[in-house]
T-cell receptor, first 113, second 109 residues
Framework: AQSVTQPDARVTVSEGASLQLRCKYS??????LFWYVQYPRQGLQLLLK??????VVQGVNGFEAEFSKSNSSFHLRKASVHWSDWAVYFC???????????FGTGTSLLVDP | EAAVTQSPRSKVAVTGGKVTLSCHQT?????MYWYRQDTGHGLRLIHY???????EKGDIPDGYKASRPSQENFSLILELASLSQTAVYFC????????FGKGTRLTVV
């Protein structure tokens, strides 16, 4: 069965500081990985996606993520956080022919001004 | 632009009552999903459908039914609402990527 672990329920960073949100996945086979962002009282919006290829993928608003097969990880990074990045971030996995996205429990990002 | 519209956006229901949550997509996608969001659990799949007039169970289907009368519409039905079904419910459709609605906040009292 596929699963995703986001070990940090809450992360606080200062505006302008760098950010890493952690994601570990479990999937037997080739995973397709995603990061979604959820702003207050909104649905989930896709930040970036990994399809097999270059392990570093770029997303919107300066976000990027790096896939590591050896570590079963897909961590999200940003060089300089903005106050508008305050949101909940979800990591998700699905298989190549899979229909189902499996989500982690989410990480709440708080930005100190 | 791809769109998934949920109605209502919020609802208060009485324990034991029937609740229907509606979802409409204009994406022409085959796959549609209902997820439930609870604090500490992320999103969990309740039901999904890949063609009209057919639905499939997800990971947590107990207490829920689904209906897909057309490609565009997908409903989630709680025949006997319970307190434990208080949550935020998201509908989604999938083409090359998944698009989510804005959610329905359901409170069962």
């Amino acid at each position: 069965a596929q699963s995703v672990t986001q070990p940090d329920a809450r992360v606080t960073v200062s505006e302008g500081a760098s950010l890493q949100l952690r994601c570990k996945y479990s999937y037997f086979g080739t995973p397709y990985l995603f990061w979604y962002v959820q702003y207050p009282r909104q649905g989930l919006q896709l930040l970036l996606k990994y399809y097999p290829g270059d392990p570093v993928v770029q997303g919107v608003n300066g976000f990027e993520a790096e896939f590591s097969k050896s570590n079963s990880s897909f961590h999200l990074r940003k060089a300089s956080v903005h106050w508008s990045d305050w949101a909940v971030y979800f990591c998700a996995v699905k298989g190549n022919m899979g229909y189902k996205l499996t989500f982690g429990t989410g990480t709440s990002l708080l930005v100190d001004p | 632009e791809a769109a998934v519209t949920q109605s209502p956006r919020s609802k208060v229901a009485v324990t034991g009552g029937k609740v229907t949550l509606s979802c409409h997509q204009t994406n022409n996608h085959d796959y549609m999903y209902w997820y439930r969001q609870d604090t500490g659990h992320g999103l969990r799949l309740i039901h999904y459908s890949y063609v009209a007039d057919s639905t499939e169970k997800g990971d947590i289907p107990d207490g829920y039914k689904a209906s897909r009368p057309s490609q565009e519409n997908f409903s989630l039905i709680l025949e006997l609402a319970s307190l434990s079904q208080t949550a935020v419910y998201f509908c989604a459709s999938k083409g090359t990527e998944v698009f989510f609605g804005k959610g329905t906040r359901l409170t069962v009292v």
